[in-house]
């Protein structure tokens, strides 16, 4: 069964950029699905920030569009996230998750905290 | 502020059954039936539990279903148990440019 896992630094500067990647493993990220981050600030609810389907094409969250970029490594079978110019706001956990159409977000990588803060 | 808005809390003791309602708009929870909930313990990941409105991914008990009325859906758990109490969230595509939203999430308390 499909299984994500998230990586990357747990510690961001303020202006500085998240990088994050999620690795698939048990099926092919090239499948008909879209594979998407969603993030929750501590003790928050969520928030999805963006998809990406195996072609490249994505979708953004308004919200965070003009700081976002999600891109597909198939060589890896992984999708990655960069958030640029953060600041405490963006402190989160920040969850990977493939999208079902018609179903939803299923299964989910485990997530992976990121602290912004000097 | 969330797209769809759920109660913060619910509450109920074991065996009970309760509730949890989602409402949203016709661009969303009343325009599609792509609603889904999730089941988050703390410090966990979330479980999708409900997909397409009412069906169950295999596995989950069949104490958990949902409906839909209009823009609003629903969660119900019958047969509470110690187990069930989580945050649950509700989500749902949307025809705006956000695509997907959630719920703020509900925190259930089995007594």
């Known amino acids: 069964q499909v299984q994500l896992q998230e990586s990357g630094p747990g510690l961001v500067k303020p202006s500085g950029t998240l990088s994050l990647t999620c690795a698939v493993s048990g099926g092919s990220i090239s499948s008909s699905n879209w594979w998407s981050w969603v993030r929750q600030p501590p003790g928050k609810g969520l928030e999805w920030i963006g998809e990406i389907y195996h072609s490249g094409s994505t979708n953004y969250n308004p919200s965070l569009k003009s700081r976002v970029t999600i891109s597909v490594d198939k060589s890896k079978n992984q999708f990655s996230l960069k958030l640029s110019s953060v600041t405490a706001a963006d402190t989160a956990v920040y969850y990977c998750a493939r999208v079902l159409v018609a179903v939803g977000f299923d299964p989910w990588g485990q997530g992976t905290l990121v602290t912004v803060s000097s | 502020q969330s797209a769809l808005t759920q109660p913060a809390s619910v509450s109920g003791s074991p065996g009970q059954s309760i509730t949890i309602s989602c409402t949203g708009t016709s661009s969303d929870v009343g325009g599609y039936n792509y609603v889904s909930w999730y089941q988050q313990h703390p410090g966990k990941a979330p479980k999708l539990m409900i997909y397409e409105v009412s069906n169950r991914p295999s596995g989950v008990p069949d104490r958990f279903s949902g409906s839909k009325s209009g823009n609003t859906a629903s969660l119900t758990i019958s047969g509470l148990q110690a187990e069930d109490e989580a945050d649950y969230y509700c989500?749902?595509?949307?025809?705006?440019?956000?695509?997907?939203?959630f719920g703020g999430g509900t925190k259930l308390t089995v007594l």
């Open positions: 989500s749902s595509y949307t025809s705006s440019s956000t695509h997907w939203v």
